[in-house]
């Protein structure tokens, strides 16, 4: 005769078998939860330089329209290789962390906008452009590299710049601005930040140098 106790809750031997199942299943979308919000080692980081400087100089608008040339760069970082320094006179490029666009790229939206901000010119123009314009802002990305030879490490970016006036193609005025930028850790991302902030502070320096030469 069969014993009535195995017979009186048959469910609970049901829920025994399909709880590990469920529990199994439950981990599995954890898991694949965690694995689509943090990357894979070997997946490439992209970052981008988009910092805007917090604070402008201000000029009454005047009717002149200024174009603001693609900037020229160092062929060394022409590219959306993210470089470093960890000796001297060797530039070594990271293998897992890169730039959206090239630097040169990047810089001449931010130029635009900055010197738009100013408020002084009608118009800030940008190539392909064929029409009249006043002046023309000249740029070149000299360095831009994470140097880990120094400490704390630190972002170098220089460029040198010049303004133009259209009419007789003389330069006005040009200007070098080199800048080095404390890194918080030796670590790419840490470069990243320096160099958002490095160019904000270059692009202050550009709209001041402007506004100083124009008439």
């Known amino acids: 005769m069969r014993e009535k106790g195995f017979t009186l809750f048959p469910s609970l031997k049901r829920t025994a078998k399909v709880f590990p199942v469920a529990l199994a299943a439950f981990a599995a ?5 965690c694995a689509l919000l943090s990357p894979a080692q070997d997946e490439m980081r992209v970052a981008v330089i988009d ?3 917090p604070e402008l100089p201000q000029r009454q608008t005047h009717p002149a329209t200024l174009l603001v040339l693609s900037p020229a760069i160092n062929p060394i970082y022409d590219s959306v290789r993210m470089a470093y320094r960890t000796r001297p006179y ?4 990271f293998s897992r962390h890169e730039w959206g666009a090239s630097p040169a790229q990047m810089l001449l939206p931010l130029l635009t906008h900055t010197l738009e901000n100013t408020h002084y010119f009608d118009a800030v123009l940008t190539p392909p452009y064929f029409g009249p ?4 802002l000249r740029t070149e990305i000299l360095e831009l590299i994470q140097d880990f030879t120094t400490n704390p490490a630190t972002l170098q970016f220089s460029m040198r710049v010049q303004l133009v006036e259209r009419t007789s193609n003389r330069i006005i005025a040009s200007r070098a601005i080199a800048l080095r930028e404390p890194m918080l850790q030796k670590a790419p991302y840490a470069g990243v930040v320096a160099a958002n902030d490095a160019t904000a502070q270059a692009l202050q320096q550009i709209a001041g ?3 100083e030469n124009v008439q």
Do not use: D, H, N, W
């Open 29 to 33: 979308i954890m898991i694949s939860s």
């Open 51 to 53: 910092r805007l400087p």
């Open 90 to 93: 060797q530039v070594e490029y």
């Open 133 to 136: 314009y006043r002046y023309a």
């Open 209 to 211: 140098f402007v506004l």
